[in-house]
T-cell receptor, first 114, second 115 residues
Framework: GENVEQHPSTLSVQEGDSAVIKCTYS??????FPWYKQELGKGPQLIID?????GEKKDQRIAVTLNKTAKHFSLHITETQPEDSAVYFC?????????????FGTGTRLTIIP | GAGVSQTPSNKVTEKGKYVELRCDPI?????LYWYRQSLGQGPEFLIY????????DSGLPNDRFFAVRPEGSVSTLKIQRTERGDSAVYLC?????????????FGPGTRLLVL
């Protein structure tokens, strides 16, 4: 099955600086890579996703890059703000038997230092 | 509804007891997923429903775990003879059709503690 590794497990950055979180996946058939943000006591919320036919996608301060050859993808947050503090999860998805099965990484706890 | 809702938000039970966790998906979403999230870990897939049927239950850890969705909307995750290792946050998610690369919308989860 799919295996997703995520680094770092914790990350602290000064407000206004950039944050980068990296993930690798094992199954070359994976074709969809969403990123979720989880705040304390809440469920994960999708913040950005990328499909396997695209190398980069940007949405305001958030961008994701995908390298299919190396099987890794990254989340980039620029001009970080205190409200960016949360746990971030990457995931990889394969559509099998009609099921879009997500495999999640172990999460990165991001702390923005004011 | 406005989003995925789950009840109860917290559940404390004793080892060996039976528990039921409920999920109300977004109205009109035919696909429903259950995940389990242990402390410090990412969500782990348990089961996927397309309509009323369980299309993929490969993530259920053993036969103590069972889930139903009798009318294709609300789903109930049932755990028999609970064990301390079952303690976790149980997340429910739904998507419009379960189609390729559709966004899964998560509920806030039920925090289960087995004493």
């Amino acid at each position: 099955g799919e295996n997703v590794e995520q680094h770092p497990s914790t990350l602290s950055v000064q407000e206004g600086d950039s944050a980068v979180i990296k993930c690798t996946y094992s199954d070359s058939a994976s074709n969809y890579f969403p990123w979720y943000k989880q705040e304390l006591g809440k469920g994960p919320q999708l913040i950005i996703d990328i499909r396997s036919n695209v190398g980069e996608k940007k949405d305001q301060r958030i961008a994701v890059t995908l390298n299919k050859t190396a099987k890794h993808f990254s989340l980039h947050i620029t001009e970080t703000q205190p409200e960016d503090s949360a746990v971030y999860f990457c995931a990889a998805s394969i559509k099998l038997f009609g099921n879009e099965k997500l495999t999640f990484g172990t999460g990165t706890r991001l702390t923005i230092i004011p | 509804g406005a989003g995925v809702s789950q009840t109860p938000s917290n559940k404390v039970t004793e080892k060996g007891k039976y528990v039921e966790l409920r999920c109300d998906p977004i109205s009109g979403h035919t696909a429903l997923y259950w995940y389990r999230q242990s402390l410090g870990q990412g969500p782990e897939f348990l089961i996927y429903f397309q309509g009323t049927g369980a299309a993929d239950d490969s993530g259920l850890p053993n036969d103590r775990f069972f889930a139903v969705r009798p009318e294709g909307s609300v789903s109930t995750l049932k755990i028999q003879r609970t064990e301390r290792g079952d303690s976790a946050v149980y997340l429910c998610a739904s998507s419009l059709r379960g189609g390729a690369r559709e966004t899964q919308y998560f509920g806030p989860g039920t925090r289960l503690l087995v004493l």
